[in-house]
């Protein structure tokens, strides 16, 4: 039996809970768009053809803010393709992922879907084959009111009021060898510079994200953000970061451990961020946008990848997630809370199908995945102000991360309602463990309001269209308050949310 513990104080604060940390990502990739979140022949699709069950279950997950067009997809798209009669619309060639895109959904269609799921848009401009004039296109078109050719379009289209996009993205993964358009560092520093003087000319509140490196294991890591800093950091408010996390080599116990990977790879951005404010006497801080993370197998997928030969739609990186996946990305959104003084946005990378966390079939059902769980009772539970936890604990080694922790936590406190959230993951193989929490600093009682954990015999065990509801969270029934402080008992490899409410 492990034991772990720590102490919560109201006066020790992180940062306010970002809503935007619950962010999700939908590209024009696979069968995210199309048998996605848009199927008009389904059963359940509305008037413009959305899936209104995938609309629920995208609700329910908590979704705050999406990602949109892409992705690698984004650096060859050309926006006004997918604008206009759908009939009218071009068939082209999507390179990223050697498939055909229909564009029967564009930027008109998806802001209304957008509405009725109720999120943000995070819009990505393509800076890969185009620049800077298409950017001032797209803002024209998507945000200004009226009297202009493009805005005029819009509303000849369907959409009298501007839809006030505020985050923009300054192309996707321009780091990466096999993007479209891939750029330098200077030279990507020069576009995303130039692209972002002509975007605040337009409009001085929006919000724009540089790309930083497309993951912590590339050989510019680091180097790319500094020289592209040096040159754009005066003009964003973001740089970008994207991290996957998957089993090597049969080794559970660092998969286990991948949030360590994930706040190191925060840190690093932060402190090479922060080095080039210093060196430009910046007295601004720049926030990191971690707006592509999650589970991939993409070992599997690169080893087994087949060329599509130019289909509508087809099925990519399709994964189903078990057990193991979902503490693991539960312990993700624990990274990412514990730096909301920094990571003030992120998007799960992606919403439906695509490593996804919610799945469907062709005229068929749609279901969660394992990895829906943590996000949506996070993004329900998580509210107020973010705390420090220093966890006490034992620990174990690792062949990727070395001497990490066995337990990893994060609390939250809403002083409004005055609760307070304890999210913690048990990473041991092997062994259950006691957790002993100390509240004496709230100066109040309080009682268990409710307290979930996803665990499983089978760390195997995963939701599939047979068997949607095979892996849920579980009344935690192991956790009680004793002489003002929490206690909880966690299985091995698990993940727990205990809301605290003022007794």
Known sequence: MLHASFRLDPAFTIAPVSRRTFGSFVEHMGRCVYTGIYEPTHPTADEDGFRQDVLALTRELGVSVVRYPGGNFVSGYRWEDGIGPVADRPVRRDLAWHSLETNEVGIDEFMRWAEKAEVEVMYALNLGTRGVQEALDVHEYVNHPSGTRLSDLRRQYGSEKPYGIRMFCLGNEMDGPWQLGHKTPIEYGRLALETARALRAADPGIELIACGSSNSSMPTFATWEAQVLEIAYDEVDYISAHAYYEPLDEDLDSFLASAVDMDHFVDSVVATADSVGARLKSRKKLNISFDEWNVWY??????????????????????????????????????????????????????????????????????RQTIFHPFALTSRLAKGDVLRVELRGPTYDTARFGTVPALDAVATHDPES??????????????PADLEVGLAGFGRGFRIA??????????MAANTEDAPDRVLPKPNETAWIEDGELHASLPPVSWTAIRLAPA
């Open 298 to 367: 993409n070992k599997r997928f690169e080893a087994t990848r087949e060329t599509v030969e130019w289909a509508v739609a087809p099925r990519v990186i399709e994964d189903c997630y078990n057990v193991a996946d979902a503490v693991v990305v539960g312990n993700l959104l624990i990274s990412l809370l514990r730096h909301s003084d920094r990571v003030t946005a992120a998007c799960q990378a992606q919403l439906v199908n695509v490593i996804a966390p919610i799945r469907s079939e062709a005229g068929g059902p749609a279901w």
């Open 418 to 431: 005055g609760d307070v959230t304890v999210f913690v993951v048990n990473r041991s193989q092997s062994s």
């Open 450 to 459: 409710e307290s979930w954990t996803l665990a499983d015999d089978d760390l």
